[in-house]
């Protein structure tokens, strides 16, 4: 059932007041005070979320704004991708680059004509508000575990160059990076980076568990924790042995593969390799890429998704806090040599 069926369900279980009463409050919120300046809509405080706001002077050419509730001053950049940004048509013409085309930093840094540590942060900062969070899978849904070596790559002050690599065994062990990929066959996907080790069914369901619809159909190869989570979310589950690479008709995870198989060429061979740190990020943007390959106003439509996101910076300034998190509750490699670059971040309650 989609969320609007169940939410159709749910208010005509009420009864005529309390159906008055959710009519009314739905008619405010369409009526909330918004501002539309240099395309970028304010609808609320970033900090505390308060509609309630009013102008409080022009920082240069951008109106600021204070808010009522908690009396923080803020500007319609403010938690945004482009928050502190400075150079204002060189990162345009960035962004129109990265969405065009795959480009290492050494070669989109000479083409806008930045340093390296600029477009690194300038990356990362539109990285960071990409994630997309499914709505709901229905039809056949394909899912399986992708693999990457664990990598320290970039990380200084390490005592063996080799680590950052990760270990030149093979098999499922304590250094492969898992991937979790799952697509139905319409426009839903999901790439999430689960834990680094063999994965488990509360991993899976940590991931995409109670994001399918009654009438989706999971299809994999044999196993075991994903058998185990389907039954555990009562969902009907084909799988086939991994050599068959089909269950037969459209029984398959050929479109995962594909999708996998091109990840890997972006993140092993266009980008040179990547920090396991940073692996959500670039998956986020492939899966942003594919959404937009075919639609003519991809990039505006990327851009409008990214300017209301609010929390973006804070995302990019946590994002070694994150990391840490990971290491030490999906993994059994240790946690060393933390970055020493240190930034302010705008909203107190960050939630990692």
């Known amino acids: 059932m989609q969320i609007e069926e169940k939410i159709k369900v749910l208010f005509d279980m009420l009864n005529t007041d309390e159906q008055k009463k959710i009519i009314i409050a739905l008619e ?14 304010v609808v609320s405080c970033p900090f505390c979320g308060s509609s309630e706001y009013s102008k409080n002077g022009c920082r240069g050419t951008l109106q600021r704004y204070k808010c009522k509730r908690c009396n923080k001053v803020f500007t319609g950049k403010t938690g ?7 150079k204002g048509k060189k990162f345009d013409k960035y962004f129109k680059l990265m969405f065009e085309q795959y480009l290492p930093l050494e070669v989109i840094s000479k083409k806008v004509g930045i340093s390296m540590q600029t477009a690194f942060d300038w990356r990362h900062k539109i990285l960071s508000g990409l994630k997309t969070i499914p709505e709901e899978f229905k039809g056949i849904t394909e899912v399986d575990d992708v693999w990457f070596l664990y990598s320290q790559k970039g990380r200084k002050g390490l005592k063996y160059s080799r680590k950052r690599g ?17 697509a139905d066959r ?3 996907k999901d790439l999430s980076v689960v834990k ?5 069914k509360s991993d899976i369901q940590r991931k995409i568990g109670g994001k399918f619809n009654e009438s989706c159909i999971l299809v994999s190869d044999k196993h075991r924790s994903i058998s185990s989570f389907a039954k555990a ?6 799988s086939f042995k991994t050599k068959s690479h089909t269950a037969g008709k459209e029984y398959h995870i050929q479109n995962i593969n594909n999708m996998a198989t091109r990840l890997k ?3 092993n061979h266009q980008l040179n390799g990547i920090s396991t740190k940073y692996l959500q990020n670039y998956s986020n943007w492939f899966g942003q890429m594919e959404e937009i390959k075919n639609e003519t106003k991809g990039m505006q439509a990327t851009k409008k998704k990214l300017l209301k996101s ?13 990391y840490k998190e990971f290491i030490e509750k999906y993994s059994k490699r240790t946690y060393r040599c933390p970055t020493k670059r240190v930034w302010e971040t705008t909203v107190c309650n960050i939630s990692v």
Request: no cysteine.
């Open 196 to 200: 680094i080790g063999r994965i488990s």
């Open 233 to 238: 979310e009562n969902i009907k589950h084909i």
């Open 80 to 86: 945004t991708f482009i928050h502190g940004i400075k």
């Open 28 to 41: 405010k919120k369409s009526k909330r005070r918004t501002i539309s300046v240099n395309n970028i809509t």
């Open 310 to 322: 609010k929390d973006t910076w804070d995302k990019f300034v946590s994002t070694e806090k994150e």
């Open 186 to 188: 319409d426009k839903q």
């Open 166 to 182: 990760g270990s030149s065994r093979k098999g499922d062990n304590g250094y492969q990076v898992k991937l979790l990929m799952t």
């Open 265 to 267: 060429k972006v993140v």
